[in-house]
C-alpha cells in the first residue's frame, strides 16, 4: 500500500489579524501548496482562542521529495513568504505517514 505524507503545519496570530491572515494564506501558502507537483490535497483548520488564533494546513504528499519541492531541503522547517513576520507567532511543522484503512 503506497504511503502519503501528511504535513501539518500550525501558526498562530493575533485573533484581530484572523480573516487578514486566512486570506494572505490563501493567495501564498496555499496556492504554493496547490501548484507543487506531488501534492495532493490541502485543508485548512482554524480556531480561535480568546486573543490568538490558531491556524493549521494538512497536507496530502506523495513522498518526501515532494514536500522538499515545495519547502526546500530543510523541509522540516515552515517555510515563510514576505509578510509572515506581520501576523505569525512561532510556526511549527510536522510530518506522518498516513494510512487510509
Known sequence: MPTVITRIWHGTTAAHHADAYLQYLQQSG????????GNLGVQVLRRLEGDVCHFWTIT???SY???KGFAGEQHERARYYPA????LLEPTVLHCE???L
Open 30 to 37: 496555499i496556492a504554493d501548496y496547490k501548484n507543487t507537483p
Open 60 to 62: 496530502r504528499w506523495d
Open 65 to 67: 521529495a515532494s514536500i
Open 84 to 87: 509572515d513576520a506581520q501576523y
Open 98 to 100: 498516513t494510512f487510509e
